[in-house]
Structures are given as C-alpha cells and as structure tokens.
C-alpha cells in the first residue's frame, strides 16, 4: 500500500505525521511511504490539489490535520487499505 505523505520540511506537525506512519509501518508491513516537499514539489502539490500540509493520500482519498493522532492516522489507514 502506498501513501503518500505532502510536507514542508520546516513543519512540525508534518514531521510528527512522518514519524507516526513510520511507527505504523512496523505494524502494517506493506506501507510503502512516498513524501512530498513543498519547497521542491511544487508542481506536484498543485496537480494533486492540497491546500494544506500535513496532508496524507491513501488510493487518491486524501486527509489533511492540523494536529494529526496517531489513532486518527491509523483509522485513515484502516479505512483506505
């Protein structure tokens, strides 16, 4: 499964998201992590529409946090497997 994770390297909600599904993926081994910086994916970030970082896209369904838990993430991915 593959999630893709928008950031900006200067955000420390994004880190805690990062940090968060890295800790999952010890649980779901099949969680392939793919991130996306604002300052250098530009382009990327207007094609896939996100308006707001941290920002988590699982099969195109995406959900973005202003203070993202570690349960909710996990819920997201649950729910999008």
């Known amino acids: 499964m593959q999630?893709?994770?928008?950031k900006s390297a200067l955000c420390p909600r994004?880190?805690?998201?990062?940090h968060s599904v890295k800790k999952l993926q010890q649980e779901f081994k099949e969680i392939e992590i793919i991130t996306y910086d604002i300052a250098t994916d530009i382009k990327t970030f207007k094609e896939?529409?996100?308006?707001m970082i941290p920002t988590i896209s699982?099969?195109?369904n995406k959900k973005s946090w202003i203070l993202p838990k570690k349960s909710?993430?996990?819920?997201?991915?649950l729910e999008n497997k």
Do not use: R, S
């Open 14 to 18: 994004c880190a805690y998201l990062i």
């Open 72 to 77: 909710e993430i996990k819920d997201f991915i």
């Open 48 to 51: 896939a529409g996100i308006k």
């Open 3 to 6: 999630i893709k994770i928008y």
């Open 58 to 60: 699982i099969n195109n």
